[in-house]
């Protein structure tokens, strides 16, 4: 009997794998550092299915490489990293998991937006330092408070919702821009439609979660972000570079804007000399 060929790019779960030894014969890259684009190009070149991770970079030169490909998955919630014409031209099949990751998504979303507006990291260093010489004192760490202010949301897909949700959750106002007006959802939640530029200028804290396109590439620049508040704390989960990093390395150090949690980066995975890791409000996760 026929088994198709499926390569996968990343370890996955294990049940996942074994799921796929059911019906077809696996191939599993086997190293933690991703394939190259050369590696991954070989590897593609005699497989009439693929499972891919955001890195891998699905472009019309592997596609022609790849004459069997017949379909794509993509164990993630956005497809930037594929050309997707190139794919429907050759008749492939394109899938990936938008939504089975929203949750999760939007609780480290919030973990960062805590962690940076609470100072939690830059505490807990200070500890481990050998600071903590007296038991107390009414100025320590103080950070911004979270409950009753501002959520700007940009992007109101299902991370975007999760994201608003957990900001009612502490009684924040909630704000959001999205492509598309959602009523039904400022109805059943009460958040509020506002245009970029008020969502920029009231937000305390601004949550990013649009797809990277043509469009959003540094959709937060030196502009954008000089209409922040100083007080306010930027978090990022969408793509590096929808954020101009250079801008927001500006912004970080002359105080333009008070904090930053990212949990992605431009370029990645983040150069150890960068500048940006040098500052104390800024948390970074890989």
């Known amino acids: ?15 996942a794998l074994d799921l796929i030894e ?12 991703p394939p190259s684009p050369e590696q991954l190009m070989e590897a593609m070149s005699n497989v009439d299915g693929a499972i891919i ?9 592997l596609l022609d490489a790849a004459p069997k490909l017949r379909v794509l998955s993509q164990v993630a919630a956005g497809l930037d990293n594929i050309d997707i014409p190139a794919a429907t031209k050759r008749d492939i099949m394109v899938g990936y998991t938008p939504g089975v990751l929203a949750k999760s998504t ?11 507006a609470r100072r939690v990291v830059e505490s807990d260093k200070w500890v481990r330092e050998g600071n ?26 299902g991370i975007g919702l999760e994201m608003a949700k957990r900001g009612l959750g502490f009684d924040m106002k909630v704000l959001y821009h999205s492509r598309t007006r959602k009523r039904d959802l400022e109805k059943e939640y009460g958040l509020k439609y506002a245009s970029f ?18 469009q959003t590439n540094h959709f937060i620049g030196e502009k954008q972000l000089q209409m922040m508040k100083p007080s306010s704390i930027l978090v990022n989960l969408s793509r590096g570079p929808v954020v101009d990093t ?3 390395h500006q912004a970080l150090t002359n105080g333009t804007i008070a904090g930053a949690g990212l949990d992605v980066f ?21």
């Open 53 to 61: 991770n955001v890195m891998d970079r699905i472009d019309a030169p």
């Open 266 to 286: 431009d370029p990645e995975p983040v150069p150890t000399d960068h500048p940006i890791l040098g500052l104390d409000n800024v948390v970074v996760l890989p």
């Open 246 to 248: 250079d801008a927001l």
């Open 22 to 33: 059911k019906f077809a014969e696996l191939e599993l890259w086997p190293d933690d550092e």
């Open 197 to 214: 530029k008020r969502v920029l200028a009231e937000s305390d804290f601004l949550s990013i979660h649009v797809p990277l396109t043509p």
């Open 1 to 15: 009997m026929f088994k198709p060929r499926v390569y996968v790019t990343r370890q996955i779960f294990p049940d």
């Open 132 to 157: 903590w010489k007296i038991s107390h004192h009414p100025m320590f760490w103080l950070g911004s408070e979270v409950n009753g202010s501002t959520l700007g949301i940009l992007g109101l897909g």
């Open 106 to 116: 939007a609780d480290l979303a919030f973990a960062l937006l805590l962690a940076v």
